[in-house]
């Protein structure tokens, strides 16, 4: 069944949402996203009945207005989109940037969407002052206004009156979480940030990181991680430290684009990462040996 996914973002885990969400406990009080992107992870909970409360985080603040604009004023938001989709015929790639130009003037939540729907490989760019600097492509006249109408409405039915939005670091949302929630992360530094050639809305120093997961370890509380994976026998992003007691599973992505650009029959594995207070809680090898295809578990030493 097709989710809803009004925001196209580049990294979104959309297509593996429902392996991601097998791995979901049953009974939990509220799923954490705080790393939330287009809060692909949310609204397939949401969906599929996997949780009724929520808390999305990102310290992307036009990206958090954009969320809150589809969930709590998806009329207002549709309407924008649909005026801004409709001026552009005729003009395009002037029009993009001079949305561009006022986006990153006025960080309204309405110019980003449009942004997001034309850029090149709906990916987030920013520039060393904060401006988004993501070209135009010329190929596509984005998403159409009226599909746009459809997964917007659909996101604010299944969303309204049950999520916290926040703008602020990833570890005072960590330290909002209890035993009874369960976190799941997808941080953006892995790949991205200085290391990865352009900036993304905020970095990630993974000493600190790390240090907030072995205190989530120590409070018992469940996550999931998406952090590193595989492209061929070609491994990206830094290995997490045996001492975090995590599970590490492969799931298939499929082809990489890179790969195919190249004509090479090499798919990419991202890796989920289970914590010990999660797989506590439900059945992990059953789960991975009887529906995780061409499974992959690395059970660190505890």
Known sequence: MKLPHPIPYQGSKRNLAGEILRFFPAGFDRLIEPFCGSAAITIASAYHGKAERFLINDVNLPLIDLLDAIIND????????????????????????????????????????????????AAVRYNANGHFNQSLDKRRLGRNPQLMRSDILEVSQLLKGKVELNCTDYSSILHKATSNDLIYMDPPYQGTGLNGGFNY???????????????????NVPFILSFD?????????????????????EINAGRSSQATLLNRKENTYEALYISSSLARKIDLVRLITEEIAEPELFMSNA
Not at 92 to 98: D, I, K, Q
Not at 201 to 219: K, T
Not at 231 to 249: A, C, F, R, W, Y
Request: hydrophobic content about 30%; charged content about 30%; overall charge positive.
């Open 74 to 121: 998806p009329k207002g938001i549709t309407k924008s989109y649909h005026d801004q989709w409709h001026e552009q015929l005729g003009r395009e790639e002037a029009y993009y940037y001079e949305v561009r130009e006022k986006f990153n003037r006025t960080k309204k939540p309405e110019h980003l969407l449009f942004l997001l729907a034309k850029c090149v490989k």
């Open 201 to 219: 809305s905020g970095n990630i120093q993974l000493e600190s990181f790390i240090n907030s997961l072995h205190d989530l370890n120590e409070r």
């Open 229 to 249: 994976g595989r492209t061929g026998s070609k491994l990206h992003g830094m290995p997490l430290p045996v001492s975090l007691k995590l599970s590490k599973i």
